[in-house]
């Protein structure tokens, strides 16, 4: 038996204002995982932007000393 047949089956059994707390906190998961997707993406694109241009440079090569912030 698969985690959420388990999960319908053990559900059927709440009462029914429990069966709204448990869709609501699954909508809440759902909500979560959507905005760290969204988080992860405009990253990426963030990255992408910053980048652009850069594999145009010649004679110059980035290191990983380059990232590296440096703060006095």
């Known amino acids: 038996m698969s985690v959420a047949e388990r999960i319908c089956q053990d559900l059927q059994k709440l009462p029914k204002p429990f069966q709204v707390e448990v869709f609501n906190f ?9 905005r ?8 990426n694109l963030s990255l992408s932007l910053a980048m652009q241009g850069m ?3 010649d ?6 000393e380059d990232l590296k912030e440096v703060f006095s």
Do not use: A, I, N, P
């Open 36 to 43: 760290q997707t969204d988080e992860l993406t405009w990253s």
């Open 26 to 34: 699954v909508k809440y998961l759902e909500s979560k995982v959507e």
């Open 55 to 57: 594999e145009d440079e």
């Open 59 to 64: 004679g110059y090569s980035y290191t990983t």
